[in-house]
């Protein structure tokens, strides 16, 4: 609706000053015509007078050769009849277009007269060329012909004509010049009664689009206002135009936006808060954890410095002892080195483990995998362990579906894996108990599971059970790396390792190998 109106005053506006504009470029082009025209009239007032002054000049020379003979004066004379002519040319050429322009009423006997005015000249000049060529020897002044054409002719008909021909282009300036001041004084008038009409309007149309206007803008300052101050309830209600509804329907969406984000966001803090409490009990537990591995870390350091130490203690212990003998035996040297040697091995296998997960943590585990047939790698181990404890019933089960597949494995570090949790079934289990070795297929992967008899593992330390330097109260013998190097080893194969006990009734150890292709 708005549109409609501003676009009613946008066009009377612009009619207005169509009409005014077209009004000055007709007066313009009118003006301009005038005035090409008075200045048509003009030359041709000043070449009727040009005319005049060369033809009585002609006159006189030709009066001259009928004084002093026909060969007086004669390149004057063509001269003067060749400029007669150009003057002529130059006055019909202009009469024409004057003619063409103000038509034949306004210049009527112009183009006519100026015809008969050039016969005229024609005639005396062949009057005075007839009076010389006669040879008449009576006194010039009592020659009749050369008196008629004297005071008759030049001095009555060429006269009158000259003075018609001069009279008539000074009416035809006068009317010109009259068009022009008529025509000037109209658009003067006209641009009066223009602007007296147009100005009131003009001014009534900016009163009337502003107070269209203003209306809605003091509304959306209102509703502005009013969403400002949290009022999100519809803070525009009065119907507008067609482009301030728009604008209004897009306000009332943004108050209804805004109080749902304001919603939203109540809602959103209180999330926050319980996350922010929740995250802060999370940071708590794990300052805890941090706490306990730290303690842990501690206890593992005191731990390798007691590892350390002691064969470190009896190697030195065992050299002063020798050193000190005043006749040691060969049997003596060889008892001591035989000493050295089983602590430099233990030191050796601490060191190893150590810097074996240490490689797992940065991902720099060497593995040297190989397709090794699962049969004879578990059958073997299995025996082994057999052979060691032979109060024991060590069984291998769900081995004959695997006949001709292999496992892709680095054997010796799978070996030492089956060494850690064979190790432990038979520590953590009391003597002559049996332990299962049972090996089943998922998918493309081998799942080798080694379940004891023992008394199980707590709820509380099966949660730390794959960290290091983790030691259970009963059981202080080691330095609780076992389990951390086995699980490091089995990721680095791109399995798991996962324990599921029952405290009192034994724990099974399981762990998955991805196969290989059927030997």
């Not at 100026?114 to 000249?121: G, K, P, R, S, Y």
């Not at 300036?173 to 003067?188: E, K, S």
């Not at 047939?373 to 081995?399: C, H, M, T």
Request: proline letters at 2%; aromatic letters at 6%; one cysteine or more.
């Amino acid at each position: 609706m708005y549109k409609r109106k501003l676009f009613y005053f946008g066009l009377t506006t612009a009619f207005i000053l169509l009409v005014a504009l077209t009004c000055s470029a007709i007066s313009a082009h009118l003006t301009r015509e005038n005035l090409k025209q008075s200045t048509i009239a003009q030359s041709l007032l000043v070449e009727h007078q040009q005319l005049s002054s060369i033809s009585y000049r002609l006159f006189k020379q030709l009066t001259d050769e009928v004084i002093f003979g026909q060969n007086a004066n004669q390149a004057n004379v063509r001269k003067k009849q060749t400029l007669i002519e150009q003057s002529l040319a130059s006055i019909t050429q202009l009469e024409l277009k004057q003619r063409e322009a103000l038509g034949v009423e306004f210049t009527q006997g112009s183009v006519e007269d100026t015809d008969e005015l050039a016969a005229l000249i024609n005639t005396i000049i062949d009057e005075f060329r007839a009076v010389v060529r006669s040879n008449d020897t009576t006194p010039l002044n009592q020659q009749e012909r050369l008196k008629r054409l004297l005071e008759d002719t030049i001095d009555n008909q060429f006269r009158e004509a000259i003075n018609a021909a001069v009279s008539r282009q000074s009416r035809v300036v006068a009317a010109i010049n009259a068009r022009i001041d008529t025509l000037n004084t109209a658009m003067v008038w006209f641009t009066i009664g223009l602007g007296a009409l147009s100005v009131p309007l003009i001014i009534f149309g900016c009163y009337w689009l502003f107070n269209q206007l203003y209306q809605p803008i003091v509304l959306i300052r209102e509703a502005t206002n009013a969403i400002a101050s949290g009022h999100y309830r519809r803070p525009i209600s009065v119907t507008l135009d067609d482009e301030f509804e728009g604008l209004a329907s897009s306000i009332n969406q943004l108050a209804e936006r805004l109080e749902e984000h304001e919603i939203k966001e109540v809602k959103s803090r209180k999330e926050l808060e319980f996350e922010v409490e929740q995250r802060t009990h999370e940071l708590t537990n794990a300052n805890l954890q941090l706490t306990k591995i730290d303690s842990r870390r501690r206890q593992f350091i005191a731990d390798v410095s007691h590892e350390l130490r002691t064969p470190l203690t009896i190697i030195r212990g065992e050299a002063q002892v020798t050193l000190r003998l005043k006749s040691a035996s060969e049997l003596d040297y060889k008892e001591t080195l035989s000493a050295i040697l089983e602590q430099a091995v233990n030191l050796s296998r601490l060191v190893d483990d150590l810097l074996l997960l240490t490689r797992a943590e940065m991902n720099q585990l060497h593995l040297e995998i190989t397709a090794v047939p699962i049969k004879s790698l578990f059958a073997s181990e299995v025996n082994k362990w057999q052979r060691l404890y032979q109060d024991r019933n060590i069984s291998l089960l769900g081995v004959e579906e695997f006949d001709d597949v292999s496992v892709m494995i680095d054997k010796p570090r799978i070996q030492q894996v089956i060494s850690i949790l064979m190790d432990n079934a038979t520590k953590y289990s009391a003597s002559g108990l049996s332990i299962e070795v049972h090996l089943t297929k998922k998918n493309r992967f081998l799942s080798v599971s080694i379940k004891d008899e023992g008394d199980g593992i707590s709820a509380a330390e099966i949660e730390n059970i794959f960290e290091r330097f983790v030691r259970f109260s009963k059981h202080n013998e080691g330095l609780g790396l076992g389990l951390p190097i086995a699980k490091a080893i089995i990721e680095a194969h791109g399995g798991n390792i996962l324990v599921e006990s029952i405290q009192g009734d034994g724990s099974v150890f399981s762990i998955t190998l991805p196969l290989g292709e059927s030997l």
